[in-house]
């Protein structure tokens, strides 16, 4: 059975750091997260290749890496200097060749950015 187990996230104060990660079930050659704030489209925020390449959006680009643990099959979001922006649903989504728009996707989780 293929899943996406995402986890992290959570409240965080501007300015402060947090992780998302996402456990894969399967070997996908593309990984990726996005995210979704109320009344916004969905947006990419960074994706992954296995072959190590990343892509990862203007917006948090200098802020947010995103890596991939081989040991772990777990794909990783840190995620620094957060804005109130950022607040969002946050989604981890593979494939296994990398089409557009990704086949599978996590349930999300809720990224809260706040005083």
């Known amino acids: 059975q293929v899943y996406l187990r995402e986890s992290g996230g959570g409240s965080v104060q501007p300015g402060g750091s947090a992780r998302l990660s996402c456990a894969a079930s399967?070997?996908?050659?593309?990984l990726g997260w996005w995210r979704q704030a109320p009344t916004k489209e969905r947006e990419r925020v960074a994706t992954?290749?296995?072959?190590?390449?990343?892509n990862v959006a203007d917006s948090v680009k200098g802020r947010f890496t995103i890596s991939y643990d081989n040991t772990t099959d777990t794909l990783n979001l840190e995620m620094s200097g957060l804005k109130p922006e950022d607040t969002a649903m946050y989604y981890c989504?593979?494939?296994?060749?990398?089409?557009?728009?990704?086949?599978?996707w996590g349930q999300g989780t809720q990224v809260t950015v706040s005083s």
């Open positions: 989504a593979a494939d296994p060749n990398c089409l557009v728009p990704y086949q599978f």
């Open positions: 399967a070997d996908f050659l593309c």
């Open positions: 992954l290749r296995r072959d190590g390449r990343t």
